[in-house]
T-cell receptor, first 112, second 116 residues
Framework: SQTIHQWPATLVQPVGSPLSLECTVEGTSNPNLYWYRQAAGRGLQLLFY??????ISSEVPQNLSASRPQDRQFILSSKKLLLSDSGFYLC???????????FGNGTRLTVT | AQSVTQLDSQVPVFEEAPVELRCNYSSSVSVYLFWYVQYPNQGLQLLLK??????LVKGINGFEAEFNKSQTSFHLRKPSVHISDTAEYFC??????????????FGKGTLLTVNP
């Protein structure tokens, strides 16, 4: 069966520090991969999605970037964190077409 | 582009009471519809989905939803809730033309609180 791993679960980082969040999927090949950010009362905002290795689409301009170095690995990065980057970050995968999204357990990022 | 409106940000109910969480969407094309549940500090879990066929969709944990195309709604219902149903519920929509670039648009969520 397919599983998705996301780490770390929680992270506290100072303003201006770099960020790297990692997500990996097991048990499937060539998944669509997604990064969402969730802020209280604002639902889920799609940040990036990828349909293949090295293919990244950005949904909103921001201080973050994403990379997909391997088929089942998706990384969210920042060179210098801002206070506004705090939030709950969720990685997800889908099989494409009409298949639903499957989410990881999320990373709670607090920028201080 | 599509959008999703969850009409209630919070719904408090008593245990064993029925509940309905409302969701309306707007889209210029045919859509797929989903409900997800999120427990505190966890990711989202799929409750049910509507792709085609019968407009009444049954999901996990006793939930069901009805697709109403004329009213562009996809309300979630459960006849008798449990304390363990306390969570945040998200409605989501994706247009059928999405193909492999499949993206969901989520509502802002409804916090269901079941009280004893």
């Amino acid at each position: 069966s397919q599983t998705i791993h996301q780490w770390p679960a929680t992270l506290v980082q100072p303003v201006g520090s770099p960020l790297s969040l990692e997500c990996t999927v097991e048990g499937t090949s060539n998944p669509n991969l997604y990064w969402y950010r969730q802020a209280a009362g604002r639902g889920l905002q799609l940040l990036f999605y990828s349909v293949g290795i090295g293919q990244i689409s950005s949904e909103v301009p921001q201080n973050l970037s994403a990379s997909r170095p391997q088929d089942r690995q998706f990384i969210l990065s920042s060179k210098k964190l801002l206070l506004s980057d705090s939030g709950f970050y969720l990685c997800a995968w889908s099989g494409g077409g009409n298949s639903p999204l499957h989410f990881g357990n999320g990373t709670r990022l607090t920028v201080t | 582009a599509q959008s999703v409106t969850q009409l209630d940000s919070q719904v408090p109910v008593f245990e064993e009471a029925p509940v309905e969480l409302r969701c309306n969407y707007s889209s210029s094309v045919s859509v797929y519809l989903f409900w997800y549940v999120q427990y505190p500090n966890q990711g989202l879990q799929l409750l049910l989905k509507y792709l085609s066929g019968s407009t009444l969709v049954k999901g996990i944990n006793g939930f069901e939803a009805e697709f109403n195309k004329s009213q562009t709604s996809f309300h979630l219902r459960k006849p008798s809730v449990h304390i363990s149903d306390t969570a945040e519920y998200f409605c989501a929509v994706s247009d059928i033309s999405g193909g492999s670039n499949y993206k969901l648009t989520f509502g802002k969520g409804t916090l269901l609180t079941v009280n004893p």
